[in-house]
């Protein structure tokens, strides 16, 4: 199953759980596919074609989220399209932080911690959104 399709998944529940920890390295498959992404980061550095294929992708999972936040009713529609963005942004950060430290420290970043930060996360998200 791809990133992609386990984010849809979840998207369906419409449990923010759920979509976040779709994102995280949390098994092993999750694992490889970010070892992938790292991979393609480093040619992005020095490859034109990668460093657009990178940031399309930022902005496609940065655009999921925020329709997510929006449908599911976490973010209210007093907030605006910035704001819901910044927040979007907020997320994208936290969990491409997590990947980083979870691929590079597994033992040191086991699921039950990611999923500790995604916890904080999220309340951070609906303390901002209230």
């Keep these: 199953v791809s990133s ?6 979840a998207i369906e529940t419409g ?3 759920q979509v976040l920890e779709a994102l995280l390295p949390i098994d092993e498959i999750q694992c ?11 040619a992005a ?3 034109h074609e990668f460093a657009d294929q990178q940031m399309q992708q930022a902005r496609n999972i940065r655009q999921i989220l925020k329709d997510f936040y929006i449908e599911s009713g976490l973010c ?3 907030l ?8 979007a942004r907020s997320t994208v950060s936290v969990i491409v932080g997590l990947a980083t430290q979870a691929s590079f420290d597994p ?4 699921p039950s911690k990611q999923r500790h930060v995604i916890n904080d996360h999220i309340n951070f998200l609906k303390a901002q959104v209230t």
């Design 4 to 9: 992609w399709e386990r984010v849809s998944r």
């Design 15 to 17: 449990d923010i759980h």
């Design 107 to 110: 033992d040191d970043w086991p």
């Design 45 to 47: 550095v020095s490859d």
């Design 32 to 42: 490889n596919n970010w070892r992938i992404w790292f991979a393609f980061w480093g």
């Design 80 to 87: 605006s399209e910035d704001d819901v963005d910044n927040l």
């Design 76 to 78: 209210s529609t007093n």
